[in-house]
């Protein structure tokens, strides 16, 4: 293979300790102090470990619910992931910790004790000042602007492909204050820079990046090029279409800057503020389901002494989630956190409109790469601007290097978001946002495949040198690469509604048995079909 850009970091960073002594010095010094002083205190990492066993647990729940033998206790591979856990406390924590999770118990109680430490853990953070001092924590960065530091461009603009550098924005100072942040079994901390412009940016710190963070970066990069071509364009200008892709920055192997400031909500955070309000915990309706399920499973059996078939096992569990969606969660969480939180109707229409264009671009973009259905927690939403992301953090385990998926739905657009939406904006907003990205992006002169070239190329060489580093896979090499192309753009076609126009055009005088944007209408039948949301299984939320 030839020499890839990481073989060339010690050269470059020799040459610019060489050329900017100074510039160097003040990046490393920034680097230091934002990975030194913001990294999570120990009640944190508790919490984020509680977090991770509560979600590993609750898998293989929902893997085990269908099994009528099953004794209901720990499996091995649960009890060595708590025993290591365990080693990482200390003290009185420690202690407790070991009392309170012995090995002898159900998976069941096993989760209701880790529901009850997560909101006790949950409490004592939330009991915290969320703005805090900068003081507290670096003096350095409190007093950047008095300091002797060379001209350093706030984060972020790098990306976004302009011809040149002389007009970016310089960092003044960084602001007196930063902000403690927690969500859905994650916290970090958020800082804001001020610039030369006198603009405020802000920047969430994420700490314990995974080892495919350059993946997710890839992948974001590709959409920044796309938003080049829907800005060039009529049909998409004029819709106000594009990727909104927050600016992400690496400061070191573990540590990013997130672009994103405190309007923005994930679709799991107001999930989790509608359950608290109602008084039950987040995961009760995945256990309700669970023992719902096999309740009705052991009568059938009973019964008819066979296990249900495969019809008779959708339509219980249809059934089971009709009645979560009827009991616990119903389908106006989002609107009606939506109207409590807009500044009257007219504001309310602006983001239900916004909503649907900003879904019309995140459904594009799940379907045409191939990724994992977005779950509720990877979905964020800018209440103030009414701008809606994935998570680049959910991006790097939901993209295979073959560009494909194993999910039943081709993105999701779940009851809430069908509510929220309503029949308006879903027929007339979201399928012709979905068929103008498509058109788009597919005219012959923007050449699609050229620009998923180099893309495609280092996502297979990356793949195949993770699977066998020592292994010649020049053979297989083109035809991945081919391979992924091809089914992007075939899928970007597709939503395009390209069968449809061509069609159209080699038999004008045929009439005409279904409209032209017919194939986005099907995917977003097969999105909302109550069916196909059962087959994807409760860790979607499907309800919600």
Known sequence: YPRQASDYVEEVVQLLKTAFPLLVLSLETIVDQVAGKFKSSGEEDTYRHLCMLLSDALQ??????????????????????????????????????????????????????LQQWRTRYERNLDSKPRIQPLDALSHYLTEFQFLKVDEIEVPGQYTE??????????????????ENCRTHGITWKRITIHGTDNSKTAFS????????????????????????????????????????IPAVVSFSPNLRLFQTDSSYVSLGDIYDLYCEEQGFAKEDPFLFAGEKGKKVMREY????????????YLTLKKDIYDEVATKMVPEDVLTRYMIRTMDGPGELWRM?????????????????????????????????????????THWSAEILPIFATNDIVPFRLTPNMQNFLGPIFTEGILTSGILAIGRSLTEPEFDLEQQLCLFSRDEV???????????????SFKKFVGAN??????????????IERDQAVNNPTAPVLAPVIQTVTNLISSATNPVQLTKMGEMYTPWC
């Not at 649907?356 to 601007?385: D, G, H, R, W």
């Not at 192309?485 to 390209?498: F, H, Q, S, W």
């Open 352 to 392: 239900r409109k916004q909503f649907a264009l900003q879904l019309a671009s995140c459904s594009f973009m799940t379907y045409t790469v191939a990724a994992k259905s977005i779950y509720l927690p990877n979905m964020e939403i800018s209440i103030k601007a009414a701008l809606l992301h994935r998570k680049t």
């Open 205 to 244: 710190i994420q700490l314990n990046s995974t080892r495919y963070s350059r993946r997710e970066e890839r992948v974001m990069q590709i959409f920044r090029t796309f938003n080049g071509a829907l800005t060039r364009k009529k049909e998409s200008r004029k819709r106000n279409l594009s990727f909104h």
């Open 461 to 475: 060489m990356t793949w195949l040198r993770g699977r066998a580093p020592n292994s010649n896979h020049e053979a």
């Open 60 to 113: 293989n729940y929902v893997l085990r619910m269908n099994s009528l033998n099953d004794d209901g206790q720990l499996n091995q591979n649960t009890v060595t992931t708590l025993s290591r856990s365990g080693m990482t406390l200390s003290g009185q924590i420690k202690k407790d910790f070991d009392e309170a999770f012995s090995p002898q118990q159900t998976v069941y109680e096993y989760i209701q004790k």
């Open 485 to 498: 192309i091809d089914g992007v753009v075939k899928r970007a076609e597709l939503m395009a509604c390209k």
């Open 161 to 178: 492909d302009k011809d040149s550098n002389q007009n970016f924005v310089r960092i003044q100072r960084f602001g007196p204050k930063f």
């Open 301 to 312: 059996m009973q019964q008819t002494g066979q296990q249900p078939g495969k019809a008779e």
